[in-house]
């Protein structure tokens, strides 16, 4: 990786990724496009522009303009509002990823983008679930994911476009919060836990799901596009954890820096059967051999940096 557009760059992943990206790299190597523009620093900080992923003209322009070699593509819709707006979902995510591929195609780049544990549904063998495997996903997220991973080998197999790609769990940050996910509860419980010391959980007690901190996702990212393509044997997508939870597990968590938190349900049950369709904790010992994947976070230290980091946030509002 040398010259780098990120798409979605105001999104989730985009917007920490970008900032430690540019720290990497160097600011003017690092190009952010999202389709809002905002007051977020990685717009001021460094090349950004405006750039709707269906517009394949336009994305053209701009990777060619700045000649990067790499396309970090990560806008799309996730899971709760692909759901609600399938038709948006499609169009976005799958006609968003082949423009990116095309444009990475012409241009030689090197691609990543990331797939999810969205990407299995309710066949896929559910503990411990392996790299390969079932992938007969029933929301139109998972579709997209599944379809995207296949469509990424594709483009590897048959142009040798050097496509890479991480099935990524939840993930839980106290930057930037999600949008329309179904592990989104993950992060609304540390601030909910920071503001008002309650929260009431769409998804119900005992529905394991993978998750990961966000700096180990970050890592991750750069891991994979860093490593010695021919030591991959796989390419997408990796199944990458940090650690399997619930409600319950993360609320014990908390109560050990705050012991007065409460937990308590109201069960949304679109989100929950949702997650009810994905795994209770995937396998990711591909990614440890072929690339050295590792997670520094688990869930008692992601607890701790996590109520700390938003206690000092909340405390500099205050201020
Ligand atoms: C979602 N966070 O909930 C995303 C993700 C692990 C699932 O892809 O939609």
Same mark, same amino acid.
């Given at each position: 990786m040398?010259? +780098?557009?990120?798409?979605?760059?105001?999104?989730?992943i985009g917007s920490e990724l970008v900032v430690k990206l540019r720290e990497i790299y160097?600011?003017?190597?690092?190009v952010a496009a999202d389709l809002r523009s905002s007051s977020h620093e990685i717009t001021q900080s460094g090349p950004f522009e405006l750039l709707d992923v269906t517009n394949a003209k336009a994305m053209f322009e701009i990777a060619n303009r700045y000649k990067v070699d790499t396309v970090i593509?990560?806008?799309?819709?996730?899971?709760?509002v692909a759901e609600e707006k399938p038709l948006l979902a499609w169009n976005l995510n799958m006609g968003g990823l082949m423009n990116a591929l095309e444009v990475s195609r012409e241009l030689g780049c090197q691609f990543f983008t990331p797939s999810s544990i969205g990407s299995f549904?309710?066949?896929?063998?559910?503990?411990?679930?392996?790299?390969?495997? +079932?992938?007969?996903?029933?929301?139109? &997220?998972?579709v997209n994911k599944v379809s995207g991973e296949l469509l990424c080998d594709y483009y590897f197999h048959k142009y040798g476009l050097d496509t890479r790609g991480l099935r990524l769990p939840g993930l839980i940050s106290y930057m930037t919060p999600p949008g329309g996910?179904? $592990?989104?509860?993950?992060?609304?419980? &540390? &601030?909910?836990?920071?503001? $008002?010391?309650?929260?009431?959980?769409? +998804?119900?007690?005992?529905?394991?799901?993978? %998750? %990961? &901190?966000?700096?180990?996702?970050?890592?991750?990212i750069i891991d994979l596009m860093e490593a010695d393509s021919s030591l991959l044997i796989h390419r997408n997508s990796?199944?990458?954890?940090?650690?399997?939870?619930?409600?319950e597990a993360i609320a014990a968590a908390i109560r050990d820096e705050f012991p007065g938190f409460i937990l308590d349900y109201d069960i949304d049950p679109k989100r929950q059967a949702i997650a009810d369709?994905?795994?209770?904790? +995937?396998?990711?010992?591909?990614a440890k051999t072929e690339w050295g994947f590792h997670a520094r976070y688990d869930l008692k230290a992601m607890t701790k940096d996590m109520l700390s980091q938003l206690s000092e946030r909340q405390m500099l509002r205050k201020a």
């Open positions: 040398n010259k +780098i557009l990120v798409t979605g760059a105001l999104g989730q160097g600011v003017d190597h690092v593509h990560l806008a799309a819709l996730l899971s709760a549904g309710p066949s896929t063998p559910k503990d411990n679930t392996p790299q390969d495997t +079932i992938q007969r996903p029933n929301t139109m &997220y998972g996910g179904t $592990t989104d509860y993950a992060v609304e419980i &540390y &601030y909910a836990a920071v503001s $008002t010391g309650r929260y009431t959980s769409y +998804i119900a007690k005992g529905s394991d799901m993978d %998750m %990961m &901190y966000m700096p180990d996702a970050l890592n991750a990796f199944n990458v954890t940090a650690m399997s939870v619930d409600p369709s994905w795994p209770h904790s +995937i396998d990711a010992t591909a």
